[in-house]
């Protein structure tokens, strides 16, 4: 019988992240034609509103193209790994008190090792296509993805003295006591440092060096095709979402709002999450890409001496204030 | 009784991995039947501009990368040894920041060794 209810909650779930993550390109295509003086998708359905459910039918029926030289076993598998990777971290994110899924104690390492493991789909994939832009995509997005994930890593350091314990709705709730309910007024550098590092995590724009056009044709998922190519952007845009979630949830004070305003609790969450995604959409729509060699010099030489001297002065002030 | 615990809150973790690989193996094996497979030779080949692909695809890529992994490891171990120091800060208060003090500067000076290595720049 739990298990019944589980199966319909995790159906629920993933249905509404797939509806997310197609209205997400939409949202994205859309914002940024504006951004740029056109209209964006407007063919099909009312504003285009059919637009994605459109994309995904036809990606279902395109051919899957699997090249000579591949590795097969891997490079079929890679976008299976990366999009079940990104799936399962889901499970653990608090939409509301006591609606995650799976509210475990150790919620946010959990984060880090699935986000860790989308990484191994990114790096098989551009390994087993056997093309060259693969290879150097593949390369590239792992060194990116590992320089970026110590910042994050260590920018969470602060929310968790703050807060005592790596449990997400415990975070949420820890934050219920401070000041405006959220830990980015008492950790803004923190958030600073997790916001950029997010953006090179999840491959965003102006980090989008694994899939930079205008030298890698497409980075690691050049070979890709069809279904395979759409299970890739999934896995990204839902890796847009759990990071977004996570900023949410450690600085934004998660599904409690800043004012007294009663509002249902997952509301607050959705539109926090959505406020994320749009300067995400935003920042793409507004910045160059960086240098390879930028990028890793401000993941090593900015973020993590800014992270540590941000462990140390929360350190100073908790001891100071005792 | 040793070994007896079930971690029952990590089954709809265990769920949700079986769903998310049953969904993609499931939309590919589903869309088998309907789509279209015309390969041909020029279709298989790697892609590379339109020119039939020259060399080893899996050519020697710089050492950087090997030394951002290795720093990339001794970082990572030292951010897992900071999670635990993090979460009981409160408990121990004055003991707990010296002693993660003297870790944190163990550790920087050799991140400033890399540094003024080299292992950090790009461009040389």
Redesign the interface.
Known sequence: MQ?LI??I??AI??AVVLLHVAYATYFERKIIGHMQVRMGPMLVGWHGLLQPIADGIKS??????????ADKSLFLAA??IC??????S???LPFAKGWA????NVGL??IFAMSSLASYGIILAG?A?????T??GG?RS??QV??Y??AI??SL??V??LS???NLSQIVEAQGNSFFGMFIISQPVAFFVFFIAMLAETNRVPFDLPEAETEL?SGYI??YS???YA?FFMAEYIGMFVMASIGVVCFLGGWYGPFAVPLFPPIWFILKVYFIMFLFIWIRATLPRYR??QL??IG??LL?PLS?GN??IT??A??LA? | MPGSYLPSEYLPILMLLVTGIAFGVLVLWIGKLFRVQRPYFEKLVAYESGNPPTEEPRMRFSVKFYTIAILFIVFDVEAIFLYPWALVFNKLGLFALLEMFIFIILLLIGYVYAWKKGNLEWDN
């Open positions: 298990i589980l199966l909650q995790i779930l993933v279902f029926f395109k051919e899957d193209i699997i090249p000579d030289q976008p299976i999009l079940a990777a990104m799936m399962v889901l499970s653990v899924l799976a509210d475990i390492l959990f390994w296509s056997n093309s060259k832009y290879l150097l390369i792992m060194a590992i320089s994930e110590i890593g260590l350091v602060g968790m003295m005592g314990t790596l044709v050049t070979e069809g279904m395979r299970m390879y060699d890793m010099a090593w030489k993590i540590l462990i140390f350190g100073l908790m001891t005792q």
